[in-house]
């Protein structure tokens, strides 16, 4: 960012009184404008013993396959959200259960919130950001395709809890760079 939302501006880097922390700070109206992390938001959306998938029609990963998701918009929940990339995505109405996986990748400035949801009922088409979507039994999975490993992990342990009936939420964190 190099002006001001507020006034135009220039900004300045600096750490503000009471801070910690380098923001862009308005030289005139003396705004602080801070950039969070980005909220990624979707769903294990099932129907009987079937996942829900969807491959990329989008960079990045263009052709893989993923739990259908993306970013949560202002003025909506989190599950609000991953219902409504659900719908996006693939078409699918969605009854959304309860967070299940809560996964930080701090080096790219996001978190992945991926939501239990039962899917209401089996007709979906692709939206524009996917090449298509499918319903996917744990063996048919393509893990060689799939897209993120946020969504391989979420999807390994899901498999694992759905055996025994528990879904305890799931938090973790995945580290791109060496640290």
């Not at 993306?70 to 309860?98: D, I, K, Q, S, Y």
Request: charge should be negative; include cysteine; hydrophobic fraction near 35%.
């Amino acid at each position: 960012m190099n002006f001001c939302p507020q006034c135009g501006a220039p900004l300045r880097m600096e750490i503000p009184a009471g801070d910690n922390r380098l923001r862009d700070v308005c030289a005139s109206c003396g705004s602080i404008h801070y950039q969070n992390p980005k909220m990624v938001v979707g769903c294990i959306a099932e129907w009987e013993d079937r996942i829900l998938l969807c491959r990329r029609a989008i960079e990045p990963r263009y052709g893989l396959w993923t739990l259908p998701a993306g970013f949560m918009e202002n003025e909506e929940t989190t599950a609000e959200g991953a219902a409504r990339e659900t719908l996006e995505e693939t078409g699918a109405r969605v009854e959304v259960l309860g967070l299940y996986s809560m996964i930080s990748l701090p080096d790219i400035n996001q978190v992945y919130l991926l939501f239990r949801a039962r899917i209401l009922h089996p007709d979906f088409v692709h939206g524009e950001e996917s090449l298509e979507a499918g319903l996917f039994l744990e063996q048919e999975i393509p893990w060689q395709e799939m897209a993120f490993r946020t969504v391989r992990h979420t999807l390994e342990r899901y498999f694992q809890d759905r055996r025994s009936g528990n879904y305890p939420l799931y938090e973790s964190q995945i580290y791109h760079r060496p640290r």
